[in-house]
Nanobody
């Protein structure tokens, strides 16, 4: 089993920045995709950004040019650098790790990001 621990959420003013971190531990094998999802009140959970073990990234249109996902494979950690934050970015952000070949996903506990003046 794999456990994900998130950190870095908080309250920030519009235009500000936050950096989220997610560290994975446990029975980790190779070739897995890590991603960040978010869920705002009254909305479905949505993919924000993902990154494969080879470094291929994907972003939601709403965050392109503002957010950057990266990973440190040696430390099994994924980061989400969030710049130029907007009030509509307010949500609970969840880290995810996915092993598609065995149809296995695991989630972090979520961290609250609030963008408000």
């Amino acid at each position: 089993q794999v456990q994900l621990v998130e950190s870095g959420g908080g309250l920030v003013q519009p235009g500000g920045s936050l950096r989220l971190s997610c560290a994975a531990s446990g029975s980790i094998t190779n070739r897995y995709t890590m991603g960040w999802y978010r869920q705002a009140p009254g909305k479905q959970r949505e993919l924000v950004a993902s990154i494969t073990s080879g470094g291929i990234t994907n972003y939601a249109d709403s965050v392109k040019g503002r957010f950057t996902i990266s990973r440190d494979n040696a430390k099994n950690t994924v980061f989400l650098q969030m710049d130029s934050l907007k009030p509509e970015d307010t949500a609970v952000y969840y880290c995810n790790a996915k092993w598609a070949a065995i149809d296995y996903n695991t989630w972090g506990q979520g961290t609250q990001v609030t963008v408000s003046s």
